[in-house]
């Protein structure tokens, strides 16, 4: 693989674990709101206006970052039945078919879901609800794990492409 492309690959994958394991340590913001929440409800008979849609909103941000490194770490569903009938030549074009398709996709949802982030920042959209927190910041999770998604793919598309033998997704 050329050094240039290798250094984007590289680079490419430490961005999205970075974020897999910022989305991980969330999970520590989220069982503590859930576990106050059920304590308040169930053991003081006064649940909370806010614990359960904190949890919601954390929880989003927390499953779509960890997508692009999931995505690394070929941990995503397959269609593992058809996969192990195939040469592993077949599973190679299988799967530069499939970046594409991948990359194609997190483009056109990035497209659309961007202008949506904007116009949630700017127009300091809250939730409505009855504790009514500001939303944009959970909103713009989803055009920020998108491009990671979409750079993730086309690394993977390079070293599949390049035959990157050398390279062992867990070790990355």
Avoid: C
């Amino acid at each position: 693989m050329p050094p240039i492309i290798s250094a984007f690959a590289r680079a490419v994958t430490a961005v999205s674990r970075a974020a897999f394991y910022l989305a991980a340590l969330s999970i520590y913001a989220i069982v503590p709101v859930m576990l106050i929440d059920v304590a308040m409800r169930y053991v003081f008979n006064s649940p909370t206006v806010w614990a359960m849609e904190l949890a919601v909103l954390i929880f989003g941000p927390y499953f779509l970052l960890a997508g692009p490194y999931v995505l690394h770490l070929k941990g995503h569903v397959a269609m593992d039945i058809i996969r192990q009938r195939l040469s592993p030549g077949a599973g190679r074009v299988l799967d530069l078919v499939n970046m594409p398709i991948i990359i194609a996709f997190a483009a056109i949802l990035l497209w659309y879901s961007w202008p949506l982030a904007v116009d949630s920042w700017n127009y300091g959209e809250t939730s409505f609800s009855a504790w009514n927190p500001p939303i944009w910041w959970a909103k713009a999770a989803v055009p920020l794990s998108l491009a990671l998604m979409l750079a993730q793919a086309l690394a993977e598309f390079l070293r599949l492409l390049f035959r990157d033998s050398g390279y062992e997704a867990v070790a990355s």
